[in-house]
């Protein structure tokens, strides 16, 4: 089942983890874009044509890494995924990012923002499947 959005209990336990953790996080993203894009009732913004889901998630990163850098974070990785080497055959991702925040809280701050907010559409619009992990690194 595709997701694209974290539920109320996910963001329940980033807060929770927000109040006792220090220290940079850095989110895995993996991403896998829709063909076309699907901006609903929204116009697609692109100049001819339907959008692909690469382009409408290019909008978000537009506008939502200036957003990263606001709150102290950064594009830590970018990387075009090629192939599962283990794992299920059907376990496809066109792109992983990792973004690194100074902190979990620093996160929680940067997606309430209403400046971040405002892209969030391109995302929808662009991610047929997504999965983020918050971690921390085992390597000082």
Excluded: C
């Amino acid at each position: 089942m595709p997701s694209i959005d974290p539920t109320a209990a996910q963001l329940e336990e980033v807060m929770a983890r927000a109040e006792t953790m220090t220290g940079p996080i850095r989110m895995i993203n993996l991403l896998r874009f829709r063909e076309v894009a699907d901006y609903g009732d929204v116009p697609d913004p692109a100049e001819s044509g339907a959008s692909t889901g690469a382009e409408a998630y290019g909008r978000y990163g537009e506008i939502a890494m200036p957003e990263v850098a606001a709150v102290g974070g950064r594009q830590f990785e970018a990387a075009t995924a090629h192939m599962t080497v283990i794992g299920p055959d059907d376990d496809r991702w066109d792109l992983i990012a990792i973004i690194e925040y100074p902190s979990p809280a620093a996160f929680l701050e940067m997606v309430a923002k209403p400046s971040y907010q405002a892209g969030v559409y391109h995302r929808t619009a662009g991610l047929a499947d997504t999965r983020i992990y918050m971690t921390t690194s085992l390597m000082g």
